[in-house]
Every structure is written in structure tokens, then in C-alpha cells.
């Protein structure tokens, strides 16, 4: 799917933009974000980056980081000095994605919206979704050379991070010629992949292994080794002194072992929500999966929420009606 002509006429004409993501922003969020700022601010635009919350301390290496404002009052200040004002929203599969302030983002007009989650739910006023792309990194790396925008070394380390996490460095099934020949024009611009993959996975805290550890420790498997489930609560993190985004990637290590399909981590987190994440491994659909309970993402990684019940009482509703369907 190209990019729709409304779109590149909004940002085009735009003189200021207001950039948005999802809450609890990995590194496809935060690069995309970043990147996509840097590139605006290169066609000399006024841009404002919002997040609810501050950037999560593992992202703390990307440039141009101080860009994130979380002041909400701030955000609306800039909006109503601003003439020619677009809202941005970036790797968000459903408005509530956004957040708390959700009602209140959507509020600032044209509100445009590009990602690429299969299970996404149309929200804001133009979109572009397309579901085969790798990364929303990869579609605003497409937007810029569509607007034929200049990409700053900064633009392109942060593309870089938002590309090759979301691909798995480069081995998820999204990954295609095209997010290859993109990721090769961002290392032409001075990105070094050694550079980078060392400060996102050679960049770990002791309390995140120790986490880890304890996480590891509640492997269980299902169906003959064809699921494997982890969990975590609040009191493990509490033991370890890990913070909350320290479990980003352990749901990798079910996923690698030897003949499961499916991959759960059950989720305790600090408001008492139980989030469970699911990973395929080959042709298995987990947003398919996800939808028996309300939830959503893509083919190989999807997963979803409950207010109202406790970490037990989720994991039986796993095992009881979601694991005989795998
Ligand atoms: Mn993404």
C-alpha cells in the first residue's frame, strides 16, 4: 500500500507536529518517534514529542531522547500557539494504545495515523496502515524519502533502532527486501549496526538477569512442548530491583526452545492488570489467538489484557481455552 496523498499533503503543509505513540513504547515507538522528529525538524518544522511517560532507561542511548515532553499542559500550549498544526500517531494499533489522555490527543485536528499492526482499529482522520511493513520506522523512513526530506544521522540511528527491534535484528517474517535495502541506506548515513546492538542488548542492568533468573525459573510447558508459558510478579520485581521494563525480550527465550509454536509470558503489573504476550514461532497465528480474549497485534507477536483477575486465574484461562487451540 502507498502512502495516501492526503497524508503527504497534511505533513507537507503542516508547519507544526504534534508526535504521538503507544504507551509502554518499545523500540520501534521510540525510534520511529525520534526519528521521525529529527526529519521534521529537518524540513523546518516546529515538532512536539509526547509521551505519558518518561523514555524507558533502556532506551536512555537514543539521540535527541530530550525531545520527549510528558507534560500534557505543555503539549496543549504548543498546539494552540501553533498555525498549520498536524497530530502525528505512530506504531498505535487503537487509539486506547495512547493512553491515559487518549480523548484529549485525539482532540487536535488533522489527527493522522500510520502503523502497521494487523490487528489495528482505525482511529484519526487519514491513515496509513499496512500490516506487511516490518516496522513503523521502515514506513516513516518512506514517507521521508516520499517528501524527499533530508535523513540527519540522528533521523537514521533512531530509524535504525526502530527497524532492527522490530524485526527481530532482522529475522521476523516481515522482514522484507525492502526493510533490508532501507536498513542498508541508514548505515551508508553513519549508522553502525555493532554500535547500536550493543547498546540495546549488551546494555543490561545485574537487576534485570537477576529478574531474569526468576522469571526463567516459572517455565512451564504445555501440549507436548508445543507452548511454553513465564510469568512474573510484582513481588520479583521487588526482590530483584528491576524495573518494569526490564522483561522486554524475556518472552524470546520460551519462544527458542526446540519445537514450541507458541511462546506466553503472563504479566502481573504494578495496577494489579494482568498482561499476557504471545509469540509464534513458524505459520501459527497468535493475533488470532489473542482475539478469544480482546486482544490484538500481528502474526507472530499479539497479546492482550484482563483488569479483574488475578495472575492464577489468567494463566488457567491460558491453559483452559487458549492452548488447545494452538
Ligand atoms: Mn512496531
Redesign the pocket.
Same mark, same amino acid.
Given at each position: 500500500m502507498k502512502i495516501p496523498e492526503e497524508m503527504s499533503k497534511a505533513i507537507e503543509e503542516a508547519q507544526s507536529v504534534v508526535l504521538f505513540t503507544h504507551v509502554h513504547p /518499545?523500540g %520501534? =515507538?521510540l525510534g520511529s518517534l525520534l526519528g521521525f522528529a529529527a526529519i521534521l525538524e529537518g524540513m523546518q518544522k516546529k515538532v512536539f514529542c509526547y509521551l505519558e511517560e518518561p523514555v524507558p532507561h533502556l532506551y536512555n542511548f537514543l539521540p535527541g531522547r530530550d525531545r520527549v515532553n510528558t507534560t500534557l499542559d505543555e503539549l496543549f500550549s504548543f498546539v494552540e500557539e501553533s498555525e498549520k498544526v498536524i497530530a502525528i500517531s505512530l /506504531?498505535c494499533g487503537d487509539s486506547r494504545r495512547l493512553g491515559k489522555h487518549e480523548t484529549r490527543l485525539l482532540e487536535v485536528k488533522p489527527f493522522l495515523v500510520i502503523d $502497521? $499492526?494487523q490487528s489495528h482499529k482505525d482511529f484519526g482522520d487519514y491513515r496509513w496502515v499496512d500490516p506487511r511493513k516490518s516496522?513503523?520506522g521502515e514506513m516513516v523512513f518512506e514517507i521521508a524519502q516520499n517528501l524527499q526530506a533530508p535523513i540527519s544521522y540522528e533521523a537514521a540511528y533512531n530509524l535504525y533502532v =526502530?527497524i532492527s527491534t %522490530?524485526t527481530g535484528s532482522f529475522c521476523y517474517e516481515a522482514t522484507s527486501p525492502r526493510t533490508l535495502r532501507i536498513a542498508a541506506e541508514l548505515v551508508e548515513l553513519g549508522v553502525q549496526p555493532d554500535e547500536v546492538s550493543g547498546k540495546i542488548y549488551n546494555n543490561y542492568t545485574s537487576e534485570r538477569i537477576r529478574l531474569m533468573e526468576m522469571v526463567l525459573g516459572t517455565l512451564r510447558l504445555y501440549k507436548k512442548g508445543k507452548v511454553a508459558m513465564i510469568h512474573v510478579t510484582q513481588d520479583m520485581f521487588a526482590k530483584s530491583k528491576a524495573r518494569p521494563e526490564d522483561i522486554e525480550g524475556f518472552v524470546d527465550f520460551p519462544r527458542s526452545i526446540r519445537g514450541v509454536k507458541v511462546a506466553a509470558f503472563v504479566k502481573e503489573n504494578k495496577d494489579s492488570v494482568i498482561s499476557v504476550s504471545l509469540r509464534a514461532k513458524g505459520s501459527c497465528d497468535v493475533a488470532e489467538l489473542a482475539r478469544v480474549f480482546n486482544g490484538g497485534g500481528h502474526r507472530n507477536a499479539a497479546g492482550f489484557r484482563f483488569a479483574d483477575k488475578t495472575l492464577e486465574q489468567v494463566q488457567q484461562l491460558v491453559v483452559d481455552q487458549l492452548i488447545p487451540l494452538v
Open positions: /518499545d %520501534d =515507538a /506504531d $502497521h $499492526h516496522s513503523t =526502530a %522490530d
